[in-house]
């Protein structure tokens, strides 16, 4: 499975006051490679530290491993503040589109039961990293930075434990 922590280096991506998108989902990024403790997960990171990856090379790598999923990481943002919940997006433009939205048809029932934010379902948008995998991939926005509830959980080390532990055993079920 390759994690791909999204934005990074001078791409912030969302911001509210100091907070950065960039820094938030890095941080879920470490916590899913520090939580898992099965040895038949094979995790890969499109980045592990403060770097600007582009957006080819993302995907150039992706499909030099091909990974039996890929997790793009993110933190929505919303000009109306009371935006929340998380969503998952698939391209349907990519080859993968019927496995990557099947795949995210049942993680977002997982995050339904295990994340206490609002359930905004599987979406679909021609995103670079998901339309040019090759494989089954999913875009995880896993709530509003611009929400002070989405907010305040995802920075949260409670949060941001169960935001990775419900990644890990979603993705041990694939086995």
Do not use: C, W
Not at 64 to 77: A, F, M, Q, T
Request: net charge negative.
């Amino acid at each position: 499975v390759v994690v791909d922590a999204g934005h990074g280096g001078h791409d912030f991506g969302g911001k509210h006051d100091d907070l950065l998108e960039k820094d938030m989902v890095n941080a879920i990024s470490k916590k899913i490679k520090t939580l898992n403790s099965d040895k038949n997960i094979k995790l890969l990171f499109t980045r592990d530290d403060d770097k600007f990856v582009e957006l080819a090379e993302r995907t150039n790598y992706i499909n030099s491993v091909k990974p039996d999923l890929v997790l793009s990481l993110h933190v929505n943002n919303n000009k109306n503040i009371t935006t929340s919940g998380f969503e998952i997006f698939v391209s349907d433009k990519s080859v993968a589109y019927e496995k990557s939205n099947e795949l995210a048809q049942k993680l977002v029932l997982d995050f339904e039961k295990n994340i206490p934010l609002k359930n905004r379902g599987v979406k679909t948008a021609p995103f670079f990293v998901l339309s040019k995998s090759e494989v089954p991939a999913l875009t995880l926005e896993m709530g509003f930075i611009s929400n002070q509830n989405d907010r305040n959980y995802i920075t949260s080390e409670e949060g941001q434990n169960q935001i990775a532990q419900t990644i890990l055993n979603f993705v041990s079920g694939l086995k």
